[in-house]
């Protein structure tokens, strides 16, 4: 296996294998444990969690990593993200969207077409 990301905490590690393991990537944390000595050793790569992947899944990882260190950054800088799509419900007009089939507002399906 081979190191590929450094995480600030538990939660980052876990959040980015939860990421990869959806794109079938197979992954292993690393030092998580360590977050409890923290007050006693220094915080540094070596203490924080670290993501793992087999070798041969490295060339696909390493993409993924990026958009996501680069969400990270963009987050972290107040950065909007590009408006999503959207559809009008047909019965109350509320903008919903596009990866929703039913209205959050009215309870209404999305029309055909």
């Given at each position: 296996m081979q190191h590929v990301y450094t995480a600030r905490d538990q939660?980052?590690?876990?959040?980015?294998?939860?990421?990869?393991?959806?794109e079938g990537i197979v992954?292993?944390?690393?030092?998580?444990?360590l977050e409890g000595a923290w007050g006693t050793m220094p915080v540094s790569s070596?203490?924080?969690p670290s993501i793992w992947v087999n070798e041969a899944d490295v060339g696909k990882a390493q993409p993924i990593i990026a958009e996501y260190q680069s969400?990270?950054?963009?987050?972290?800088?107040?950065?909007?993200a590009p408006p999503?799509?959207?559809?009008?419900c047909p019965k109350c007009?509320?903008?919903?969207?596009?990866?929703?089939?039913t209205c959050w507002k009215c309870g209404a399906e999305r029309a055909e077409g």
């Open positions: 939660m980052d590690a876990h959040f980015l294998k939860g990421i990869l393991e959806r992954s292993v944390v690393q030092g998580e444990m070596e203490s924080l969400r990270e950054v963009r987050n972290a800088k107040g950065v909007e999503r799509a959207t559809w009008k007009g509320e903008e919903v969207e596009e990866q929703f089939d």
